[in-house]
């Protein structure tokens, strides 16, 4: 199994701002994967970041909006630029071991 | 393109009452389908999946999903349901075949009746 954290859990940001969420695992993995749920939808997935490489994202999702890192093995983060309300979800990472695993996501709000 | 389907977006049910929850997906090829349920405040839980083989799956909390390919389907039913049960459950799909980028349905939250 893996444990995931996520700093910071929730935020209150102003529009205009950037925030930076850091996911942490407990072991070693080679594909982190970012993911937004949005107030009352589902989960969608934001990007693939592979260490050594530059992030892949999913269409509608551009890198000057969410940079993301991936310094290494254990460790990404997502930044949300230049903030506006509509940018208010959960964030959350995922990996992959024997299963897909969730950090407990971190809550945004955009005032 | 891909897509999962949860039709029912709320439902209530009864403790120790049967449940049943609703999930078709688009996809052209057999899928690989999970059901994850995500509770107040915390992570997503993976509560099974199914890859290939037997069409019924045996999950955990007394789960259990079956994979229907002509009606493309994926419901999970459990027996009895518990309080505990109360949560938000999400049907998913791997994208384009993957097992680890998964496409989410819109998600179901369950409440249960005392």
């Known amino acids: 199994s893996a444990v995931i954290s996520q700093k910071p859990s929730r935020d209150i940001c102003q529009r205009g701002t950037s925030l930076t969420i850091q996911c942490q695992v407990d072991?070693?993995?080679?594909?982190m994967f970012w993911y937004r749920q949005q107030p009352g939808q589902s989960l969608t997935l934001i990007a693939t970041a592979n260490q050594g490489s530059e992030a892949t994202y999913e269409s509608g999702f551009v890198i000057d909006k969410f940079p993301i890192s991936r310094p290494n093995l254990t460790f990404s983060t997502l930044t949300v630029s230049n903030m506006s309300p509509e940018d208010s979800s959960i964030y959350l990472c995922?990996?992959?071991?024997?299963?897909?695993?969730f950090g407990p996501g971190t809550r945004l709000t955009v005032t | 393109a891909q897509s999962v389907t949860q039709p029912d977006i709320h439902i209530t049910v009864s403790e120790g009452a049967s449940l049943e929850l609703r999930c078709n997906y688009s996809y052209g090829a057999t899928p690989y389908l999970f059901w994850y349920v995500q509770s107040p405040g915390q992570g997503l839980q993976l509560l099974l999946k199914y890859f290939s083989g037997d069409t019924l799956v045996q999950g955990i909390k007394g789960f259990e999903a079956e994979f229907k390919r002509s009606q493309s389907s994926f419901n999970l039913r459990k027996p009895s349901v518990h309080w505990s049960d109360a949560a938000e459950y999400f049907c998913?799909?791997?994208?384009?075949?993957?097992?680890?980028?998964?496409?989410f349905g819109t998600g179901t939250l369950l409440a249960v009746q005392p």
């Open positions: 995922s990996v992959e071991g024997d299963e897909q695993y």
């Open positions: 998913a799909v791997g994208y384009g075949g993957a097992t680890n980028k998964l496409i």
């Open positions: 072991s070693q993995v080679t594909m």
